[in-house]
């Protein structure tokens, strides 16, 4: 069985949390360093982002890098 990131997971852990913290597009692009586009391209599946993204974004979101990033390993439901 080959492994498949699944970023689906990645993309509605960031979702669930940005919701959390009550934050807009516009507040977490502000947090992070990203754009307001960059942001919900990452969100809404548009981009796929670099680890420095994913970094920033975790910050951003008071989450360690770590543990956004075992999102990817959640499985699949293709």
Known sequence: MEFEPNFDALRNALGRRRAELGLTYEALAERSGLSRTGVINL???????????????????????GQLMEQLNEPNSS
């Open 43 to 65: 969100e809404v599946g548009n981009r796929i982002g670099t680890l420095a993204t994913w970094f920033a974004i975790a910050r951003a979101i008071d989450v360690p890098f």
